[in-house]
């Protein structure tokens, strides 16, 4: 929760240590900084590439570049298939692309690859909510256990969904 001092520690750290190049990229790209995107390029080619190519897919995720965000979410998949936050990112970029049936794949995937985080369960309430499977949204609610605040976030992304299906309609 406290990124600036967390970078300026990492700034300490010798700049050829790749794990220090990560996690500054990380932070950078929290901060929304661009300095982030040329470092997880320089670890392309390192033992990193999995989790440079995941940077890199968030990045044009968030600035919804979702030809490009699936690009490198399937390269970072390909490189680290058992990654639960790679394989919800990825279900993530496949729903807003609106292919349905590769994001509820994923979906499960990640939530079958750690049942603790419930990130990639709220992502597919928001998946069944925009296919209006309330009955199933509801169900997946109460067996994850995912709060009132959870299901309305989840709520959001399915209406806003949904308006840019009318806008562009």
Known sequence: GRLH??????????SDLPE????????LRLLGRGESEELYRGLLDSCLAAEAHHGLGQLAASGRHYDEALRHLRLAVSLAPTDDAVRNDLGVVYLNLRQLEEARF?????????????????NLVSLLLYQDRWSQASELMSRRKLTPEQFRAAEQRAMRLRQEDGSSA
């Open 20 to 27: 220090a190049r990560l996690r500054k990229a990380r932070i």
């Open 5 to 14: 001092a967390a970078l300026a520690n990492l700034e300490r750290l010798p």
């Open 106 to 122: 994923e979906l499960l995937t990640a939530m079958e690859l750690n049942e603790r985080d419930t990130r990639a369960a709220e």
